[in-house]
């Protein structure tokens, strides 16, 4: 599913208009990637939660060349699913 359904989705279900619904669902990602970037977590209720992950410095190695290289730090964004959702994917 692409974002461009999801504004078609919610344009058609909540009796929007799509530039209302591309507002509205542009504003939501838009103050959840907010919210991440000063490093609180996102709870969504009945869906899961999004959180900063820290990751160590480590070695690698560049595929084209083969050289050993030291990737640096960096923060990365988990999604851990609601409980509703793993239930209702698994088989």
Do not use: C, W, Y
Request: proline letters at 3%.
């Amino acid at each position: 599913m692409l974002k461009a359904d999801i504004i078609e989705k919610v344009a058609r279900e909540a009796h929007l208009t799509k530039k209302a619904a591309k507002e509205a669902v542009d504003s939501t990602f838009d103050n959840v990637i907010s919210s991440l970037k000063k490093g609180e977590k996102v709870v969504v209720s009945g869906f899961g939660t999004f959180i900063i992950r820290g990751r160590k410095a480590r070695p690698g190695r560049n595929p084209k060349t083969g050289q050993t290289i030291q990737l640096p730090s960096m923060n990365t964004v988990g999604f851990i699913a609601s409980k509703g959702i793993k239930k209702s994917v698994r088989k």
